[in-house]
Nanobody, 113 residues
Framework: QVQVVESGGGLVQPGESLRLSCLAS???????MEWLRQAPGKEREFVASISWTGGSTYTGAVKGRFTISRDNAKNTVYLQMNSLKPEDTATYYC????????WGQGTQVTVSS
């Protein structure tokens, strides 16, 4: 089964930026990929998706601040997060639109002054 490894999280102050990476153990070229996040005590929620053709969608809370991209040659999906807010604090995960990959450990993003 396909595994993913998320990385790039950390502790930042409000207004700062991070870039998350999601590396898969197989080609991503035919998959719509998604980033999701889960804050403590809350359900996992959709953040952004990118189709195999490069079309992207975002949840309203991050639109204009986050950018999802992909590098199929590197089997990697990215999430550029700018103007981070405390409410973006969560563990971030990636998976296919159909949840066909094994969930990774996620990468923790903490936004705090």
């Amino acid at each position: 089964q396909v595994q993913v490894v998320e990385s790039g999280g950390g502790l930042v102050q409000p207004g700062e930026s991070l870039r998350l990476s999601c590396l898969a153990s197989t080609s991503l070229s035919t998959h719509t990929m998604e980033w999701l996040r889960q804050a403590p005590g809350k359900e996992r929620e959709f953040v952004a998706s990118i189709s195999w053709t490069g079309g992207s969608t975002y949840t309203g809370a991050v639109k204009g601040r986050f950018t999802i991209s992909r590098d199929n040659a590197k089997n990697t999906v990215y999430l550029q997060m700018n103007s981070l807010k405390p409410e973006d604090t969560a563990t971030y995960y990636c998976n296919t639109e159909l949840r066909s990959f094994i969930w990774g450990q996620g990468t923790q993003v903490t936004v705090s002054s």
